[in-house]
């Protein structure tokens, strides 16, 4: 039996979104209305669902959704720290992030499902 999380809770919104913005990576608040890769540390929004177009983008903003995740320090199952790291991933932090639920890693392909 396989475990599948796709689009549980999904929940998306558009925004105008900034350079280098593509479909799976992970997005900050950069003003209003806005999202981008934002700095290295920032708090993550939500996770890009499709192709930028025009200038905009729909973002998930809620549900579960699969990260890529960068740095020495795998995310474990369980409610975990996490933030931006400024190249459209997360990674784990002891301050200053977001608490996401992670359901699953993948440290081979360096991902995780979360439910933001």
């Known amino acids: 039996m396989d ?3 796709e689009g549980v809770g999904q929940t998306a919104a558009t ?8 479909p799976g990576m992970v997005v900050t608040m950069t003003g209003n209305g806005a999202v981008g890769l934002g700095s290295d540390g920032a708090l993550p929004c939500g996770v890009v669902l499709g192709g930028v177009r ?8 809620g549900g579960a959704a699969q990260v890529a995740y960068t740095g020495e ?13 400024g190249a459209g991933g997360v990674k784990v932090v002891s301050t200053d992030g977001i608490r996401w639920l992670v359901l699953t890693v993948d440290t081979t392909a360096k991902t995780a499902v979360v439910c933001m």
């Not at 925004?15 to 593509?22: I, M, W």
């Not at 795998?74 to 975990?80: F, I, L, S, T």
């Open 73 to 85: 320090t795998a995310p474990a199952a369980g409610w975990q720290l996490l933030a931006g790291d």
């Open 3 to 5: 475990i599948c999380f």
């Open 15 to 22: 925004f105008q979104a900034g350079e280098g913005v593509k």
């Open 54 to 61: 025009d200038g905009a983008a729909a973002v998930q903003i």
